[in-house]
């Protein structure tokens, strides 16, 4: 006798089933181990359920993606204003301590000491002799180009087409 369940519980454990295949996609860096084929292989048994299952991990897979490339321009714009900030607390310090004549500044568990160095490098680039500085030239192939050339049959030396195909996802008429 096949045990009935509620939409929820089916919607429950589809998403108990993605978030484990989720999380080991993450562990493996993307890989597709064959416990995760297996895994892949089971979300549902009848055809068209396990092609809207695959559809759905991917759109999930997808959104998740863009989710953490967004999370991670956030992140790294934080980081950016941290490290802003402690320059900026730094030479604050630095020029509070220079003008009441201080070369050290001590606190319960830390102490700051003005200590000399070698100099920081200012240029004026515009004025600086061409000995001075170093030519950089930088090849970039010309993919479009190249595709476009090979796609007319012309031969491109340490360039080919490889047959492919891709997979898209359509409505169901």
């Known amino acids: 006798?096949?045990?009935?369940?509620?939409?929820?519980?089916?919607?429950?454990?589809?998403?108990?089933?993605?978030?484990?295949?989720?999380?080991?996609?993450?562990?493996?860096?993307?890989?597709?181990?064959?416990?995760?084929e297996l895994q892949l292989d089971t979300v549902d048994t009848k055809i068209p359920a396990k092609v809207d299952g695959y559809h759905y991990v991917m759109l999930s897979l997808e959104s998740t993606a863009k989710m953490l490339k967004e999370q991670a321009v956030m992140l790294s714009n934080a980081?950016?204003?941290?490290?802003?900030?402690?320059?900026?607390?730094?030479?604050?310090?630095?020029?509070?301590?220079?003008?009441?004549?201080?070369?050290?500044?001590?606190?319960?568990?830390?102490?700051?000491?003005?200590?000399?160095?070698?100099?920081?490098?200012?240029?004026?680039?515009?004025?600086?002799?061409k000995n001075w500085k170093l030519q950089e030239v930088t090849w970039t192939p010309m993919n479009e180009d190249i595709k476009a050339a090979l796609t007319r049959g012309e031969t491109v030396e340490g360039a080919w087409l490889e047959g492919g195909t891709s997979i898209r996802a359509y409505p169901k008429k």
């Open 79 to 129: 980081a950016s204003a941290c490290v802003k900030a402690q320059v900026r607390i730094k030479e604050r310090l630095k020029q509070q301590m220079e003008s009441f004549g201080l070369t050290e500044l001590e606190g319960d568990s830390v102490r700051f000491k003005i200590a000399k160095t070698s100099g920081r490098l200012c240029l004026d680039e515009s004025k600086l002799d």
């Open 1 to 36: 006798m096949t045990e009935k369940k509620s939409l929820f519980e089916i919607l429950a454990e589809a998403e108990s089933s993605k978030e484990k295949i989720y999380q080991q996609i993450l562990e493996n860096k993307g890989e597709l181990t064959p416990e995760l």
